[in-house]
């Protein structure tokens, strides 16, 4: 394709999720250049920690798989991973951006062979999945992490071990003493990309979750779904390894109230119901309840809740819970009134999954470094520089695409107007 | 004229590849038996030295067509992405070393896995010999200006933006006005953009008058389009109008047509439409308040009190089975609207299933809470006309388990949009009570072989394809829709929606242009040709291309149309004559590759089985396999290809007569949910498989020894033991006595 364009038109996409994936590779299949900045070691964002896509329950890496093929195949398309911008100056057309970009202690001559991982001795909290268990302090996030050069943690970098593990790599990619650096770029336009975060549920005082062993969120118990989760895709409660075969949903954990985030995450109920799906097919004497507000299953995703409600084993509540406490036997008990019978309910379950909302990273640790940003009240990018996917607005992968697609062209004609 | 082939052959050690290998013998293949002029090895090959030995190879002209020996074709893509046309690699590491469980010092495992090396290096040469430089099909007079069908909100976005990324758009709308139903739009919803809470101003006329004034942008109004001819780079339109026909040439397609709202005469009788004039949609309801007075049908006085019922034939298997997305919002903006304009005489309810007020939205519902809006869970039981003007509507409350009866000035029903991309395809199902049924032509009239009119998939029958992970792809390449014609959406949606499509659009245009596929085979240079004189004009190609690409010419002979084309080679393995081919991928390649795998005599006990994987998720997945180090059969050998739609069933025969004892093919889940990123590869290939047991019973062979599965890209914790189960299943079969022939 036409390299019509100077260096100057470069288009900087800040985050690598499947937002800042598509408008990297939509704008560069039109001939444009894209510097995609990724925070973490590797590529995919939330969307590569999720089990399954609703309503298709597909996997999230087969799609991907798509975009990290046309990344491979696409010179124009520069990425840093483990970098952050730090800095932004000028307007659109025109903007001078700080990246720093953060030490992986591993270059990109890695080869994945994992001859590291076998001399490390050190095992971490694994943060890929939320803690869940432990890996080894130089790694890859999974088998289809992309880019697959390993990286080590910080803290291990400075010991003596990795010293030892560096000389153990056969391509003599590990170095421990690689420090941060900053470098300076142009661009024509920003497409901020940077997702969300799971709000932290421990704010919701009473659902108890960091309290009781046996109530987890939504983000977690996906990771605790997937084959490369800490338990290997087996759905079982965290206090006791016991299978969880009755298992409860609570939904808006946090979200459309006051107190915690005010607005609605959009995704949440058809999450759950994806996840009622996993327990339903693991175990088919199960046993799943769903607490809900509304059930929103918006324009073609009704398909989906019609299965769902299809399905005898899961059974429906409409309440917001009051609390949660535990029995004798590790249950979590759910208390509340149920909005239609005005019944009074307290159920144990063997496991209660909080259905948490989406924060916006932009909010809480992707802060914008632009003076001229803007923002919405809840720390959404509304203005300033270009926003896609859940850095606009809460949304799913479907809408994140269309989103992050229109913002490849609204920065194309950003460059095109610089000329 | 085609400049001479010169093979290099290059074998990276590195990995553990050297060590675990007999690198002579390996070598010895390349040169010896596959007659490689340039074979050379090196320790660690995607080291800068490693490349920079390749790359000294290139420019010294010792070679121009590279076999990289080493790891998967998915790792290290940038370190061996040289600037040439033929290049293939072959996988000793991670599909080879990494998949096998060879303990020290085990003789037997070593052999094994020195087999499996070599057929790999075998079949990597094979496949190099059989490749010609793809030579990228261009238009001689093409044009990158974007058709946009229909002037509303979607189309009128599309157009500008095309118009500010540099492109020229020419807009096709059939009424004599731009605008579309936002010019009956009385106030917007604020859909994301703050302040959240507030209406905003309709800004249809400003759209309209930029798009009017922008000479990139023609504009055809009172003009349908009948006929669309040629491929993306060239379609040729017919747009007519009352007095005239006109004929243009475009690059490539949006589709903004909008929605109809759904029948109101057809909602069920317990909703009432008909039973009062005060019974009315939420258009006529937005068009009366952008007029100005809000008041009763029946005898024009002031209609304060109003109730809305939303999901008025939505979410209902007998009408709308989806929910319309957008209705909840606009309803509650409509009861703003009385509430506005009568203050405290007002009285509205919204009476609902759920609300569904998505992200910053629930803002909105709070506002109109407080505005004093009174939201209602329930059904409307029945609806009766009252003799002094108003209707009486019998609610079925579900928090109050109870029926009540609401006396109003106007019932709104807020009824849902039905896409307006045509019905006429047969495989579509039809949108219930809209009366398009009837609708004489399609919207594009496509002169295709498949039919005029973009094909519909699923339940609802929405015109896109893969809408979670690539929601603007449709079967038709260079066809996108936008805004409500392809899902149920409000305003500020569409808008965003039409800047992706008109990104679609010219990302086509410029692929065309130089002559390369666009997703899901993004950049392919290569395409379909077939040889005439062998074709018997059975069609198979034509019918089960997944993307329209093929036409006929009066004789009965495929028609390739290359930009239509996504390079899936599904034509290839439908053609029975194997006469399709791709410059660089063909039935003769893959036959010749599966005749050069070594079948070891019957009595050294060593079956071989043939998997034929997709090499979009089958591929991956094995490659995690490896990665994980879980251990498969070495009997295996594996071929990826491109999609399971190119198989051919002479590759069955091949394997066959060749002595394999056994093929599997890897292929992605085909259905309702199917996840073939070219839609039907994988289910074709499925029905092709049924006949197969014909060749078998030619050949005297049970037909267990050939299985399809589905693969999924996560299945690594799976794929080992499906694997093993095969093999253990044709162990229980004498060996293929076709073995030595």
Redesign the interface.
Known sequence: ??DANAAGQTILVVGGG?SGLTTA???A???YHVLLVEKDPHLGGRVAQHNK?FP????P???L??????I????RIRYLTLAEVVDIQGGEGNYTVRIQKNPRFVT??C???GECSAVCTAEVPDPFNFGMNQVKAIRNNH??AFP?WYHMDPDYAKTEEAQKVAKAC??GAIQPDMQAETVEEQVAAIVWATGWKPYDAEKIRPYGFGQYANVTTNMRFERLA??YGPT??KIVRPSDGKEAKNVAFIQCAGS?DHNYL?????ICCLASMKQAAYVRDQYPDSQVTIFYI??????????FL?KTRDDQGISWIKSKPARIEEDGNGNPVVIGEN??TGERYAMPFDLVVLATGMEPHSAVDAKVPYSEVRQ???G?V?GGVLSAGCA????D???S??????M???A??AA?KRG | MEQQKKIGCYICTGCGIGDALDLKALKAIATKEQKIPLVKDHALLCGAEGVAMIQKDLDEGAVNAVIVAACSHREKAAEFRFDIDLMDRVDLRDKCLWMLDVKEGDETAEEDRQMMAEDYLRLGCVKIKKMNVPDPFLHSEGSKDVLVVGGGLAGLTAARDISRAGYNAVIVEKSDVLGGKMNNMFKVTPDNQPPYREMGENFIGALVAEVENDNRIKIFKNSIVTKTSGQPGSFDLVIKNASSTKELRVGSIVVATGFDLYDPTKLPANLGYGTSPDVITSADFEKMAKEGKIVRKSDGKEAKRVAFALCAGQRDKEHLEYCSGACCIYSMKQAMYVIDQYGDDASTYLLYQEIRTPGQMEDFYRQAQEKGAVFIKGDVAGVAGNAKGGVSVKVHDHLIRNNENLDVDLLVLATGMVTTVDTLDPNAPSPVGTGREELPGSILNLQYRQGPSLPRLGGAGFPDSHFICFPYETRRTGIYVAGPARRPMGIAATMTDASGAALKAIQAVEAVAHGVAVHPRSGDLSYPSYRPEGCTQCKRCTEECPFGAINEDDKGNPLFNPARCRRCSTCMGACPQKIISFANYSVDMISAMIKEIDIPEEDEEKPRILIFACTNDAVPALDMVGRNRSAISPYVRIIPLRCMGSLSLVWIADAMSKGFDGVMLMGCRHGDDYQCHNVRGSALAEIRLSKVSETLQRLKLESSRVKMVEVNIMDADTLPGVISDFVEQISNLNPNPYKGF
Do not use: W
């Not at chain 1, 005010?262 to 959009?266: A, E, I, N």
């Open positions: 394709m036409a499947i590779v939509e704008a299949e039109t001939g896509y298709k329950l597909c996997s890496t087969c799609g798989e798509i975009n990290y093929q046309r491979k195949n696409n010179p990109e001559a080869t994945g062979c088998a289809m697959c056969p391509a997937n084959i290997s895709g459309r005010p607005f609605c995450s959009r509304d059930l929103r299953a918006m324009d073609r995703y009704e398909s019609q909005t239609l919405d009240e809840y959404f509304t606009a607005m809460p949304t992968v479907a809408s695409v269309q989103s992050a697609t229109a490849a062209m609204k194309i004609h095109v």
